[in-house]
Each structure stands twice: as C-alpha cells, then as structure tokens.
C-alpha cells in the first residue's frame, strides 16, 4: 500500500471526513 502524497489520496481513504472537508472548502471557495 502506498504512501499517501497528497490531499486527494487522503480524502480517498478517509471518505466521510475528506468529503466533508472538501465541501467546507468548496464553500469556503465560493464565499460561502
């Protein structure tokens, strides 16, 4: 298993918690 490098490969094994930090900062993105 490789070593996680980026923030994607992150979000990806940690799914529920990555898709909601990448909502909060697409909201933040967008002023939200």
């Given at each position: 298993?490789?070593?996680c490098?980026?923030?994607y490969d992150?979000?990806?094994q940690?799914?529920?918690a990555g898709a909601?930090?990448?909502e909060t900062i697409?909201?933040?993105i967008r002023g939200g």
């Open positions: 298993m490789k070593k490098t980026s923030a992150y979000e990806m940690n799914s529920t909601r930090n990448t697409n909201n933040f």
